[in-house]
């Protein structure tokens, strides 16, 4: 199997319908295969407000089918800041990327979350799933805008705290 090697730059952007944020911004190596990838994520992160975090992730997919249309994906992020410091385990069994044309895909990811606070000794549960659209702009360029609903385990409370906009700019090099 060939394994092909990708870098890039984000910027991503996560807007809670409350008004609270929380913006995203690194450099980030995939080696990917026909049948899934692993990637190691290295940034910053900022709600403007209080504490600037040091971002690592580590990330990996497992393809279902040979286009990697469905597929099964887990992140292992670390943040880590003057105030805080988290570890969240994010997996989905089963998110679908799906083209719509030759430089657009719309997506779908539900999952389940637990994070550490290692600073206050708590863990945390939630489920979720993000819904977007990723467009390609020329070679280099993609732009996602996605949907976003946190804490479906409480499902009744469709509060403005449980959904957010994101949107996330990237560059590929090569």
């Known amino acids: 199997m060939n394994v092909s090697k990708k870098e890039n730059v984000s910027v991503s952007s996560?807007?809670?319908?409350?008004?609270?944020?929380f913006t995203v911004?690194?450099?980030?190596?995939?080696?990917?295969?026909?049948?899934?990838?692993?990637?190691?994520?290295?940034?910053?992160?900022?709600?403007?407000?209080?504490?600037i975090t040091t971002i690592v992730d580590i990330k990996g997919t497992y393809n279902y089918d040979?286009?990697?249309?469905?597929?099964?994906?887990?992140r292992l992020r670390t943040k880590l800041g003057k105030e805080s410091g988290t570890?969240?385990?994010?997996?989905?069994?089963?998110?679908?990327?799906?083209?719509?044309?030759?430089?657009t895909n719309i997506y779908v990811n539900p999952h389940y979350t637990g994070q550490?606070?290692?600073r206050n000794n708590k863990w945390?549960?939630?489920?979720?799933?993000?819904?977007?659209?990723?467009?390609?702009?020329?070679?280099?360029?993609?732009?996602?805008?996605?949907?976003?609903?946190y804490n479906l385990q409480?499902?009744?409370?469709?509060?403005?705290?449980?959904w957010g906009i994101n949107g996330i700019v990237s560059y590929t090099f090569q």
């Open 25 to 51: 911004g690194g450099y980030e190596q995939k080696l990917s295969r026909s049948d899934g990838s692993v990637a190691l994520f290295l940034g910053g992160g900022t709600d403007f407000k209080k504490d």
């Open 66 to 74: 040979k286009q990697g249309i469905i597929n099964q994906n887990a």
């Open 87 to 103: 570890t969240q385990i994010r997996y989905s069994p089963l998110s679908v990327n799906v083209p719509v044309g030759k430089s």
């Open 154 to 162: 409480n499902i009744k409370d469709n509060g403005k705290q449980n």
């Open 124 to 149: 945390t549960n939630s489920a979720g799933v993000f819904t977007g659209i990723t467009q390609n702009i020329g070679k280099h360029i993609s732009i996602s805008v996605e949907v976003q609903r």
């Open 116 to 118: 550490f606070d290692f």
């Open 14 to 21: 996560y807007q809670m319908m409350d008004g609270s944020n």
